[in-house]
């Protein structure tokens, strides 16, 4: 029983607080995880999480934020937990967020966007926390064309756990439940609430990447690696099973799961690609205003 049980758990293989912090805009507080700790191979198809706040705002009427500016190969995830956010991107989507919301924005062939307070709630101030992740895509799309999707907090379906605590699944499944979010490649992306001294056993699939992101509180993994706030615990593709135990008081928890993709990458700013030269045409398409502008 011990020997099948190691066999199916998957691994801690590190614990890592966030390698850089520092300002998005006027309006974004962030602690960053990767790829400030270089772990973009371990946590692929995931390149990137900043975890903003939690940061009180004061009332303004010029709502902050990050302006326009350009992506190209990759999707961008936001994850509101307090606040709201309002997007507006070259595509002609726009959209507000607020907690328990999540905006998928698949930048793909490359699209110009805006980030900023939601207005009303800029002109209150308040307090904001919110996770944003770079999710890479395949090469064979990323000069596909860009999507939008706003994921309402009441489209998420939240699975409980008993006593233990619930389970919103964003994308993947848990269960019967599916995730609402449409991923170009397999992710799973649960917002997980765990009870004080409560216990919960989560099944990934084999092969995927898996990180762990606690944002609140301190967790214990497979009962081994303890992960306390702003703490990101990287999980080895072997295996399937993880177990999450709530110490001391109640958590809040990311887990992020994914099927690599094992592709060059080449990254500059805004861009991820392939190749250095890809790079080069990312920035001329850019400039020469083929991405679009806002107006």
Request: glycine share 12%.
């Amino acid at each position: 029983m011990t020997t099948k049980t190691a066999a199916t758990t998957k691994q801690v293989l590190g614990v890592y607080r966030p390698g850089s912090t520092h300002m998005v805009g006027d309006g974004f507080p962030v602690r960053n995880l990767f790829p400030s700790n270089e772990l973009d191979e371990r946590l692929s198809p995931f390149l990137m999480l900043d975890y903003a706040g939690p940061h009180d705002f004061s009332p303004t009427e010029q709502p902050r934020g990050v302006g326009e500016h350009p992506h190209r190969g990759f999707e961008t995830v936001t994850i509101v937990y307090q606040g709201r956010v309002a997007h507006r991107d070259s595509a002609g989507n726009a959209g507000i967020i607020g907690p328990g919301d999540v905006q998928w924005m698949t930048a793909a062939s490359g699209v110009v966007h805006e980030e900023l307070h939601e207005r009303d709630w800029a002109k209150k101030g308040g307090t904001l926390q919110m996770i944003q992740l770079w999710v890479n895509l395949p090469a064979k799309e990323k000069m596909s064309a860009p999507r939008y999707q706003t994921i309402l907090d009441r489209d998420i379906p939240a699975v409980p756990f008993g006593e233990a605590g619930t389970v919103r699944v964003i994308a993947g499944q848990v269960g019967q439940a599916k995730g609402p979010a449409k991923t170009v490649t397999p992710v799973e992306l649960y917002d997980v609430r765990l009870q004080a001294e409560q216990e919960i056993e989560m099944v990934l699939p084999a092969g995927h990447n898996v990180g762990v992101f606690v944002l609140e509180g301190t967790v214990l993994i497979n009962g081994t690696a303890k992960v306390g706030e702003a703490e990101l615990a990287v999980l080895g593709g072997d295996g399937e099973r993880i177990s999450l135990r709530a110490e001391g008081r109640a958590a809040t928890v990311l887990i992020m799961g994914g099927e690599p993709i094992r592709e060059p990458l080449a990254r500059h700013g805004p861009f991820v690609m392939n190749t250095r030269q890809e790079l080069v045409e990312a920035v001329d398409d850019y400039r020469a205003g083929r991405m679009g502008h806002l107006s």
